[in-house]
Structures are given as C-alpha cells and as structure tokens.
C-alpha cells in the first residue's frame, strides 16, 4: 500500500471515532437541554474533469438527500434538521464551469469561486503544492476567462479574491501581500462587475499580518484551508474549510461534509509550538490539503 493511500485511510479512522465521540458529545447536551452546536463545514474543490463528473453527481446526491446547503458567507442562525453545508471552489478553473456549475444548478446549491486573477484565461503557472497526479490534472487547464466569469448566475455563484498570482501570503514581503490581496480584489470587482467580499488565502498560508490586510481592503470574510466548522452567528473574519474531491469514496464525503474531518485542525496548534521552539515565525500557519 502506497504511503498516500495509509495516511489517507488512518484519517477516515480517526474521522471515525471523531464523528462517533460528537455524537455522544451531542447527546450529553440533549440529556440536560442543552441544544448540539451547529457549525457550518464548508467544502473546497480544484478542478472537476468530465471523468469525475460522476463522482461529483454522487456526491451532490448525498448533500441534496442529506444537507442545507448555503453560502459560505452565510452569518446568522442556521437552518434545523439536516447538517449545513458550503461549497467552494479554488482556482476558478475551466472545468468546475464545464462540469460543476450545471450540476449545482440543477439542485439549486449555491457556490462561491476564487479567482487567481492573474491567471484568468491563462493556464496555471504556479507551483503545486499537492499530490503530483492531482498537480498535473489541474496544470492541463486554464482559470476561467473574464467572459465566462461574467457569464455566471450571480445568484447562484458568488466570486471572491483568490490572490493575483497565487503566491502564499507568509512567503513575500507586507507590501508585496497588500498589492496581492488589494489589488486582486479591485481588478475582479472591474472584470466581473461584482462586489468582491470574499478572499481565499493560496495554498491556506496566512498570517495575523495577512488577515489584517485581509480586513482593511474591506473583505468581510476569508478562508484558510483549516478544517474547522463555522460558528456562523459570530462576526468572525477567517473561515476554516475541509479538502473535498470527486474521487472520496462515499464514506469519506460524508465524514466530510458532516465536518469530522475537523479534528485535523487542531494541528495547527503543534505546527506553532514546533515554529516557536525552532524559532520560526510563530504566527503564520501552514495546513496541508492531504
């Protein structure tokens, strides 16, 4: 077995007892009338080739039998009965347009896409930071085109700021991160003729510097790519959200969406005491997708 595909199973184990140890958690809380608390699990996807589409389908099935499904912006109480769930999209490309997009309007699920803005009409050119399989997928294709980006159902699709050159936020300079972070979202407001609110930090490095950024440009939230469910009644700026792709096995997307893949957001907190006992920079965090 190939170390990838370990670690990928010791995840949906530990995802496991994860989900069952909330459910006890949940039901203590009802034994005294106390209600669970809600959090909102936003999903983020790359690409979704025409072979995954498939596997998509499925898995909007799941969310539509088994989910509400809302913005990821969403701020207030949320909906009774079934988990509440975002879905999210990273690097704007072709693909989520060709077979994404018309599967979500079928089912009337809102999304929200970010743009490296850049890189629009143009094929990737930065460096991945994944699997090398799923890096060569997402390089064959180019980011979305102005035109098709104003082409999109604003009702349905929201667009948000993914960075003018996809760089990471912790690896350049304060006045370098304020041109990415300022400008990316100026020129998509232009492009698009949207409001853009809505910023994704690339490859989910952030720092306190970049978030402070993040609030003085005027987004009114941004995303890391901490697993970590939402407390959507707060006004919280920094959002968590979990790895999602078409290829997860049915198990493994629904401890997903059902958020119990949250428990690998509490490395952050070893990640900054390795950083301070190193003397590295203790207040940048850096999750890894897989």
Same mark, same amino acid.
């Given at each position: 077995?190939?170390?990838?595909?370990?670690?990928r199973y010791v995840k949906i184990g530990i995802s496991l007892a994860y989900y069952a140890l909330r459910g006890i958690f949940c039901c203590s809380f009802r034994l005294v009338g106390?209600?669970?608390?809600?959090?909102?699990?936003?999903?983020?996807?790359?690409?979704?080739?025409?072979? #995954? $589409?498939?596997? !998509?389908?499925?898995?909007?099935?799941?969310?539509?039998?088994?989910?509400?499904?809302?913005?990821?912006?969403?701020?207030?109480?949320?909906?009774?009965?079934?988990?509440?769930?975002?879905?999210?999209?990273? #690097?704007?490309?072709?693909?989520?347009?060709?077979?994404?997009?018309?599967?979500?309007?079928?089912?009337?699920?809102?999304?929200?896409? !970010?743009?490296?803005?850049?890189?629009?009409?143009?094929?990737?050119?930065?460096?991945?930071?994944?699997?090398?399989?799923?890096?060569?997928? =997402?390089?064959?294709e180019a980011v979305m085109s102005s035109d098709q980006l104003r082409a999109l159902d604003s009702s349905l699709v929201s667009l948000g700021s993914h960075s003018l050159t996809h760089?990471?936020?912790?690896?350049?300079?304060?006045?370098?991160?304020?041109? +990415?972070? =300022?400008?990316? $979202?100026?020129?998509?407001? +232009?492009?698009?003729?949207? =409001?853009?609110?809505?910023?994704?930090?690339?490859?989910?490095?952030? #720092? =306190?510097?970049?978030?402070?950024?993040?609030?003085?440009?005027?987004?009114?939230?941004?995303?890391?790519?901490?697993?970590?469910?939402? #407390?959507?009644?707060?006004?919280? %700026?920094?959002?968590?959200r979990t790895k999602v792709d078409p290829s997860d096995g049915q198990i493994e997307f629904f401890l997903k969406f059902n958020g119990a893949y949250d428990w690998m957001g509490h490395?952050?907190? %070893?990640?900054?005491?390795?950083?301070?006992? !190193?003397?590295?920079?203790?207040?940048?965090?850096?999750?890894?997708?897989?």
């Open positions: 077995m190939k170390v990838i595909e370990f670690r106390r209600p669970c608390p809600r959090r909102l699990t936003i999903l983020y996807y790359h690409a979704v080739s025409s072979e #995954d $589409r498939i596997r !998509f389908v499925r898995q909007m099935g799941a969310l539509h039998r088994r989910a509400h499904v809302l913005p990821a912006s969403y701020r207030g109480e949320l909906p009774s009965g079934k988990k509440c769930v975002a879905i999210t999209f990273d #690097d704007a490309l072709v693909s989520v347009a060709a077979n994404a997009l018309p599967e979500l309007a079928i089912r009337s699920f809102h999304s929200t896409i !970010f743009v490296p803005v850049d890189w629009i009409g143009r094929v990737p050119g930065w460096a991945m930071k994944k699997s090398e399989h799923a890096a060569a997928a =997402e390089q064959a760089r990471s936020m912790v690896e350049v300079s304060i006045t370098h991160a304020q041109k +990415e972070i =300022e400008h990316s $979202r100026h020129r998509l407001a +232009e492009l698009s003729g949207r =409001e853009v609110l809505e910023f994704s930090f690339p490859y989910g490095e952030y #720092d =306190e510097a970049a978030v402070a950024i993040c609030r003085a440009a005027g987004y009114t939230t941004v995303y890391s790519i901490r697993a970590h469910g939402t #407390d959507t009644t707060t006004a919280g %700026l920094l959002r968590g490395n952050v907190s %070893l990640r900054k005491m390795l950083r301070l006992g !190193f003397g590295k920079r203790v207040q940048s965090v850096r999750i890894e997708s897989h």
